[in-house]
């Protein structure tokens, strides 16, 4: 679904991606850990061109996403991203927050799109919700918003950046409560997390970056009980330290 072929991305003289190869398939759920400033929001930020490479390709769903004939709007609603600061409109309601997106670039009929909202809002709790503003709020029932409102564009990935760690404790259980049921749907899904909880249980593979490369890769019960490489082993022995 996603694969990137020898990237590379400069800041001026600062190398943050250093020739990334690395494919996530179709329904897999991979979590992008790593060190501050590891590379990994820049990486997941690429796949959606946010972030444009210097250097090699990115192709999503067979699709080189920077081929000069690509539509980058179309191609963008096909992607659910989940910021770590929510990005919800303020001055909409919860409602239209979601529908916004597939009235105007899908030019789905306002009923349709309130009904899909309401189902979603559902799935993720907050069917109280929908006349609220987002200011009405927690950070968490903000986040799952959010989920609902990627979700609106029935996306075939999912694209989450740190989704909680703008969260207080309590709250993040309930967001990762929505992105569990995600991944047992078979949703293909990128996630770059602190919460390693959550990647122990819920990821298919883990990918450990560090100085922007891609340094380890493995299933959650290889990673975490026999991580093969030193900056790995330091790093979760300070996360459990911690």
């Known amino acids: 679904m996603i694969k990137f072929s020898a990237v590379n991305k400069w800041y001026g003289e600062y190398h ?92 789905i009929k306002r009923a349709a799109a309130e009904k899909k909202a309401a189902d979603l809002l559902a799935r993720v709790g907050l069917s109280n919700k929908a006349q609220s503003f987002p200011g009405q709020l927690s950070g968490g029932q903000q986040q799952r918003v959010a989920i609902a409102r990627a979700l609106a564009m029935d996306p075939p990935a999912m694209l989450f950046d740190e989704p909680t760690s703008a969260l207080d404790p309590e709250m993040v259980g309930e967001v990762l409560s929505v992105m569990k049921s995600l991944a047992q749907d078979g949703m293909t899904m990128m996630c770059v997390t602190h919460e390693m909880g959550f990647a122990r249980e819920v990821a298919d593979r883990v990918w450990f970056m560090d100085a922007g490369r891609i340094i380890e890769t493995g299933k959650p019960d290889e990673f975490f009980s026999n991580p093969r490489h030193e900056r790995a082993k330091r790093f979760l022995s300070d996360l459990r330290a911690h």
């Open 16 to 107: 943050a991606l250093v020739d990334v190869n690395a494919e996530v398939n179709k329904g897999e759920v991979v979590v992008v850990c790593g060190p501050s400033g590891s590379g990994k929001s820049t990486l997941i930020r690429t796949v959606n061109r946010l972030e444009a490479i210097n250097d090699g390709t990115i192709s999503f769903d067979n699709q080189n996403i920077y081929d000069k004939k690509l539509n980058l709007n179309a191609y963008r609603s096909r992607i659910g991203f989940v910021f770590q600061q929510f990005n919800l409109f303020p001055h909409l309601s919860v409602l239209d927050n979601i529908t916004l997106s597939p009235m105007r670039v899908r030019g």
